[in-house]
């Protein structure tokens, strides 16, 4: 084991183990077996290290959802990269909670990763044709619900008792949201004004990036792409 993965493996260890969800430069140098100096080198700052351990603890969690193999139903995958991301929380709260911390300045390389898998699942909705808006916005939409409820859990557990019935109330509110009904909409239904209009742009959006023969031009495609994400994008009325 090397130096810095011995580091980031006793830093892991106390932040796990710490009532306040944080740990000392000076213990994880004394259970690492190192100086300051050579932490530091590693690290740059106490800043540096604490994103480190929070990519170090994610990893794992994240090498699953990298594995999964995606089903038929991505609104199903949708849900259980919900149920997953809290389970996670619950099971490793310090690291979860130092993820979100203020006190860190630039966010861990493990919450980029953890919205862009979140979008990849969203972009085979829209191109399933079950969006509203686009996977942006979903994505915007869906992270921070996600997020919160998880931080409330961990952080409120004596006023979230029931945390399943918490998160997947809330998991179905966001869900019905962003995603549409399974049944596509009868032209004779009554819709909500500008609904239609708003889920139709951002499934061809979401299609449009998938094509590898496109007639049109990259200006021409940009171009195409912006107007259907203010379609998209565009509040309905009613």
């Known amino acids: 084991m090397d130096t810095r993965t011995r580091i980031l493996h006793a830093a892991a260890d ?8 944080d740990v000392s430069t ?15 080198r590693q690290f740059g700052d106490k800043e540096g290290l604490l994103a480190a351990v929070v990519d170090f603890g994610f990893e794992q969690y994240l090498a699953g959802k990298r594995a999964a193999v995606p089903s038929d139903d991505p609104v199903r ?39 862009q898998l979140l979008l990849a ?19 915007q939409m869906v992270m921070p619900a996600n997020a919160g409820v998880a931080l409330l ?18 998991r ?3 869900v019905t949201a962003v995603v549409t009904p399974q ?9 909500v004004p500008g609904g239609e209009v708003a889920v139709a742009a951002a499934n061809l959006g979401a299609l449009l990036s998938t094509l590898s023969d496109s007639p049109l031009s990259t200006a ?14 565009r509040p309905t009325t009613g």
């Open 183 to 191: 049944a596509p909409a009868r032209p004779d239904r009554a819709v």
């Open 121 to 139: 699942v969203l972009e085979r909705c829209a191109a399933a044709g079950r969006l509203r808006v686009t996977p942006q916005l979903a994505a």
């Open 14 to 21: 106390l932040l796990a183990r710490s009532p306040e969800a």
């Open 172 to 174: 179905e509110a966001v």
């Open 77 to 115: 995958d949708l849900r259980d990269g919900w149920d997953n991301h809290v389970a996670f929380a619950l099971e490793n709260p310090n690291f979860y909670r130092l993820m979100y911390s203020p006190g860190l300045s630039t966010p861990p390389a493990a919450a980029t990763e953890a919205h």
């Open 26 to 40: 000076r213990a994880v140098c004394e259970a690492a077996g190192v100086g300051a100096p050579v932490l530091y």
């Open 220 to 233: 021409e495609t940009g171009l195409l792409l912006e107007w259907l994400t203010r379609l998209a994008d």
């Open 153 to 170: 859990l961990i952080t409120r557990p004596t006023v979230y008792t029931d945390a399943a019935q918490v998160s997947t109330r809330v």
